[in-house]
């Protein structure tokens, strides 16, 4: 399942061109300093863009009455009858959003185009899930930015907000990087930014108020809307003198670079923040440009090396890594930026096993902040390569009404879950069988340890959903130490999908998957149109087969006949029958959605394992071994102090190794395993759960271990003392 959603919004240099022609502001290109094309940047002058509205010359913000009862209602199926969480957020917030979208759907035509749109983002936000999300048509840009960034830090134990970056070609009167912003709009920032979180659905409160913070000069245009400011008055310190200054909106769109990553295979284990994303992406191409490029890395690294500001050595789509030196040493640093993966769950992780030697074995800072979440099962198999630990996988669990249950069926990736469906239907238990999101736990453990050092996870209350997962997932297994510069992460525990795939998986019925060869035909044989009348849908003879397109990895059609409008879709990895979706009526409840709008949804809840098994992580999240409070060196230097801090936690856990070479035995069937330990008292090899073979490491730290030729396969295991402290698996052949 390598296929990508449909975006749903327009970057197409058409719109550009609309919105130079309505003079919506001058725009100018941004580029990376290789010469990459990154996006184009122009002002986001709200007076002009409505009347070029009016005009005609740029499409405007306007849900017609009838989208709009499409809108409430497909929205409010959907958090009735598939989203996971609804009783969770009902009794933990005491607000009913199928109640409240009730009550919506009777005011709708009283409404403004912005109020619509304003009731229906408020309405999302209330249910507090940054899952649960809304998309609307917005006319220009993806996301409005400011020229500056503003972070929070500790200074003598109070919190300030700083201005910590400019862009590059930022010309102001006063503002420099380093300012101290005391007043936004005339109102004390702090105040500002806590009546802000509210807007912005957060599972708990930092999670509310370090989104705040993230969307206080970086606003997603398709969930918000346009800011209601056109522009922000901007009061801050330098050297302790006071200064005012206004700022412009600017529009942004990401039309060269991916606004929303390719979805893949996550189409059904996503678990992330498109609206993060999108402003993830927005603070590179404003304030880290040169990312996009590939890295020069000197030879002389070691000796270029500025002590608490990490070298990098690589980068990739997912990570960058390097090396960080401090007082305490010097140590790996991996920077996780997301977890979206195209072809297997295991991609991540096997990048991960390739870089892993090239980093100290002293330890590891692995940073996670601001990572926007991805592929659930990619997040989780990293785990492996950390820990001698066998990794059980999160647990993953739907809930159980009709037609969760009818879906279930419909799909053969679901076939797991089947049977606590239909003990379901006898018991009334409310949520199925809780399962891994893909594959076994054995899945999970097919690579094995590559690290055998310490690690640090460093995170924050941005870093969301499959984020979430793999820290909890890093608690559970006992593997490290967890320092948060918040007092909890985002706490979005589930399995999130866009409206596209519930769609996909609630044909209003379906068909032998034999007629597809009428289909490929292009013929609507009597053949169809029997099935189709078997199911009370008939078509005349004058109905009208399109020619056939790819789709979701498979093989769509459109049949027409009069008013009446069918898709007809053959997924192979979706189940062996022919889909039929309708237009309007049919017997599933999901429709097609008006163009430019979607909903995302949390589907299956998760359930934590080990230490934690069978909690929640939706709105609880974890609790970190070390609250940091970020100091204005972190801000404006690099984060020097929090990676001092980090690699002290390092610096005081202990340091093992495992590595082998594999031998083959002359004259014997065998193979000679050459081990070198450090830190080990004893080495065992098993073949699966059969024991093989031990011994003790020399004072070097050597052993020979000699294993049968038939065995393809070998686990290793590292003791120290009565402690498992390092676990490899090696193949023999």
Not at 435 to 462: K, R, W
Not at 471 to 489: L, R
Not at 689 to 708: D, K, M, Q, V, Y
């Amino acid at each position: 399942m390598s296929f990508d959603l449909q975006p749903y919004y327009d970057c197409s240099p058409q719109r550009l061109g609309a919105i130079a022609a309505a003079g919506v502001g001058e725009s100018r290109l941004l580029t990376s300093p290789l010469g990459r094309q990154l996006a184009r940047q122009f002002v986001l002058d709200l007076s002009a863009l409505t009347s070029a509205a009016a005009t005609g010359q740029v499409a405007a913000v306007i849900y017609p009455l009838a989208d709009r009862r499409q809108i409430t209602a497909q929205l409010r199926l959907v958090i009735r009858d598939f989203y996971v969480h609804l009783g969770l957020k009902r009794a933990q917030y005491g607000f009913d959003p199928v109640r409240a979208l009730e009550l919506l759907s009777t005011e709708v035509e009283n409404l403004s185009d912005a109020e619509f749109h304003q009731s229906i983002t408020q309405l999302v936000a209330r249910t507090r899930d940054r899952h649960l999300t809304f998309y609307g048509p917005t006319p220009v840009g993806i996301v409005a930015v400011l020229p500056f960034m503003v972070e929070r830090a500790w200074e003598c134990d109070q919190l300030v907000y700083v201005v910590s970056k400019l862009e590059p070609a930022f010309k102001g009167n006063h503002l420099k990087a380093g300012a101290i912003v005391t007043h936004w709009n005339n109102v004390p920032i702090d105040r500002f930014v806590r009546l802000n979180a509210n807007v912005f659905d957060g599972g708990n409160d930092a999670a509310s108020v370090a989104r705040s913070v993230e969307f206080l000069t970086r606003r997603p245009l398709q969930s918000f809307g346009a800011p209601f400011e056109e522009w922000v008055e901007l009061r801050f310190n330098i050297d302790g003198t006071s200064h005012k200054e206004e700022f412009a909106w600017q529009g942004l769109d990401l039309g060269a670079v991916k606004a929303t990553p390719a979805i893949g295979r996550n189409v059904i284990g996503f678990g992330g923040d498109p609206d993060l994303f999108d402003t993830q992406q927005a603070k590179r191409i404003q304030f880290a440009q040169s990312s996009f490029d590939p890295i020069y890395v000197p030879e002389a690294l070691s000796a270029t090396a500025e002590p608490g500001v990490p070298s990098i050595l690589g980068r990739c789509a997912n990570f960058e890594y390097g090396t960080v030196l401090t007082e305490h040493g010097l140590f790996g640093y991996v920077r996780l930026w997301n977890f979206a993966a195209y072809n297997s769950a295991d991609d991540i992780a096997r990048k991960f096993v390739t870089v892993l030697p090239q980093l100290p074995q002293a330890g590891i800072v692995l940073d996670i902040r601001g990572n926007t979440g991805g592929y659930i099962a990619a997040g989780e198999r990293i785990l492996q390569l950390l820990t001698p630990s066998w990794i059980t996988p999160t647990r993953f669990q739907f809930k159980v009404n009709e037609a969760t249950s009818r879906m279930v069926k419909t799909v053969d990736l679901f076939a797991p879950w089947k049977r606590s469906f239909s003990e379901a239907a006898r018991t009334g238990e409310p949520f199925s069988q809780g399962l891994p999101i893909e594959g076994t736990d054995e899945d999970a453990n097919q690579l094995g340890q590559y690290y055998f050092g310490p690690v640090v996870l460093v995170t924050d209350a941005l870093a969301y959903s499959t984020a979430d997962i793999f820290a909890a997932g890093f608690i559970d297994h006992g593997i490290g130490k967890v320092i948060c510069i918040d007092k909890n992460m985002a706490a979005a525990g589930g399995n999130n999908w866009q409206f596209e795939v519930l769609r996909l998986f609630n044909p209003d019925f379906q068909l032998d998957g034999a007629l597809r060869a009428d289909l490929d035909d292009g013929v609507i044989t009597p053949a169809i149109r029997a099935a189709f009348n078997a199911q009370s849908a008939s078509l005349t003879e004058q109905a009208d087969l399109s020619p056939a397109r790819p789709e979701f990895d498979g093989t769509a059609w459109q049949v027409t006949d009069g008013a009446a409008g069918f898709v007809l879709r053959h997924v192979p990895w979706m189940n062996d029958r022919l889909n039929v979706y309708q237009d309007v009526g049919g017997h599933s409840g999901v429709k097609p959605l008006p163009t430019n709008v979607s909903f995302g949804f949390t589907v299956r809840r998760c359930m934590r394992v080990g230490k934690s098994e069978g909690r929640l992580l939706e709105d609880l999240g974890i609790e970190p071994d070390v609250v940091y409070r970020p100091t204005l060196r972190d801000v404006m230097d690099r984060n020097r102090d929090l990676l001092t801090r980090a690699t002290l936690e390092l610096s005081q856990m202990p340091s093992y190794l495992l590595a082998v070479d594999v031998r083959a035995t002359s004259g014997e069937d065998a193979h000679l395993l050459l081990c070198r330990g450090t830190g080990l008292t004893l080495i065992e090899a098993y073949e699966d759960e059969r024991f093989i073979a031990l011994g003790r490491p020399s004072e070097g730290g050597t052993l020979e271990l000699l294993i049968p030729g038939e065995v393809p396969r070998v686990i290793l295991k590292g003791w120290a003392k009565d402690q498992l402290v390092a676990r490899r698996v090696v193949a023999t052949a």
